[in-house]
């Protein structure tokens, strides 16, 4: 199994909205990643995860909460967005390891805040 | 910081033909990875290819091939006899140190369409 999987695939949320994307694998990675893509543009990281605990933080707005609850789960809670945070979110990972080890993604949830 | 560039917004090329992708970066670093990721239509980013900056072969898949050029920090990616399916959003990405929880910086990609 070398998916990663993302859900749900599209969400469209308003302004005052709570919601949450989730994103699973099974491959034992210890890593996962939260990145943002606007359109025609690359993937930004947000947040890493590395054996559980939050490792990397980019500077980002507190209305998004990032969640690993455990080994196989990652979750981005949304709360209060802006128009402008509308973009396709990814969740990547990867091991833990010396050595070369790359980034598996998900498809993607693709967020409209209207 | 490192920086990732990318020159090429867009490239077509026939189908059957080769094609070369450029891509240079900037590091300060000894030690790291360099990754050609390939996003179709369909969103999933997808590995390509990948080589380690201490080894001097350069790295080839079946089709794929770089020319890693270390010194000039050049690192461009080779399709050949290229397919429909080659039709994608094309990043180069860079990641440093040994460890796989490191952040991967991407350069702003090139749209490559293969015409039938």
């Known amino acids: 199994d070398t998916e990663v999987t993302q859900t749900p695939k599209h969400l469209v949320m308003g302004m005052t909205n709570k919601k949450s994307l989730k994103c699973e694998q099974h491959m034992g990675h210890r890593a996962m990643y939260w990145y943002k893509q606007k359109a025609k543009k690359p993937p930004e990281l947000m947040f890493v995860?590395?054996?559980?605990?939050?490792?990397i933080n980019e500077s980002v707005p507190s209305r998004f909460s990032p969640e690993c609850p455990n080994s196989s789960l990652l979750n981005l809670h949304l709360h209060a967005l802006q128009p402008e945070d509308s973009a396709l979110y990814l969740c990547?990972?990867?091991?833990?390891?010396?050595?070369?080890?790359?980034?598996?993604f998900g498809q993607g949830t693709r967020l409209t805040v209207v | 910081a490192q920086t990732v560039t990318q020159s090429q917004p867009e490239m077509s090329v026939q189908e059957a033909e080769t094609v070369t992708l450029s891509c240079t970066y900037d590091?300060?670093?000894?030690?790291?990875?360099l990754f050609w990721y390939k996003q179709p239509p369909s969103r999933q980013m997808i590995l390509v290819i990948r080589q380690e900056a201490y080894k001097q072969q350069n790295a080839t898949e079946n089709r794929f091939s770089v020319n890693f050029q270390k010194a000039a920090k050049s690192f461009s990616l080779k399709i050949s006899d290229s397919q429909l399916g080659d039709t994608a959003m094309y990043f180069c990405a860079f990641r440093k140190s040994n460890f796989g929880n490191e952040k991967l910086t991407f350069g702003t990609g090139t749209r490559l369409t293969i015409i039938p």
């Open positions: 990547a990972s990867s091991q833990v390891d010396l050595g070369v080890t790359e980034a598996f």
């Open positions: 995860y590395s054996y559980e605990k939050l490792s």
């Open positions: 590091t300060s670093e000894n030690n790291y990875y």
